[in-house]
């Protein structure tokens, strides 16, 4: 499968959709084909919030192959509620300014590219929210 059909075969990548458990209720992010709490295997599609607030984060110094241009950029933990978390990049904010608690929201940006093709990956970033 090329990389532009795998990447658009994961709807969780292009929207913040997700799976409730039929049985338990449980938000999964991205989905599962089984509950993890219960086991059962039947859910209805869900939207997660695109508001939420650090829980945790780091700073990364030494960034793998392909992300080193944007060294050094922060990766935060996200609580979106629901019990979904999600680790994203956080961008448009100065290092000394993010803190844990901190209100943010999901946004869909270019996460990378590949090579010489030019195709554009996207995925999620945190942004501060604006109050």
Same mark, same amino acid.
């Given at each position: 499968m090329s990389s532009p059909r795998y990447w658009r075969a994961m709807p969780q990548r !292009?929207?913040? @959709?997700? +799976?409730?458990?039929?049985?338990?209720?449980? /938000? &999964?992010?991205?989905?599962? $084909?089984?509950c993890p709490k219960c086991h059962n295997r039947k859910f209805v599609k869900t939207n997660i919030n695109d508001i939420g607030k650090v829980e945790t984060f780091? /700073?990364?110094? #030494? +960034?793998?192959?392909?992300? *080193?241009? $944007? *060294?050094? !950029?922060? #990766? +935060?933990? #996200?609580?979106?509620?629901?019990? /979904?978390?999600? $680790?994203?990049? #956080? +961008?448009?904010?100065? &290092? @000394?300014?993010?803190?844990?608690g901190m209100s943010v929201r999901l946004e869909f940006r270019k996460v990378a590219a590949e090579g010489e093709s030019g195709v554009i990956y996207y995925g999620y970033k945190a942004v501060p929210e604006v109050k």
């Open positions: !292009y929207r913040f @959709e997700a +799976a409730k458990c039929t049985k338990c209720g449980k /938000v &999964l992010f991205p989905p599962r $084909l089984v780091t /700073v990364i110094r #030494v +960034a793998p192959s392909g992300f *080193t241009d $944007l *060294t050094p !950029y922060p #990766v +935060a933990i #996200v609580n979106v509620g629901d019990g /979904v978390k999600v $680790l994203c990049q #956080v +961008a448009d904010c100065d &290092l @000394e300014d993010l803190k844990i």
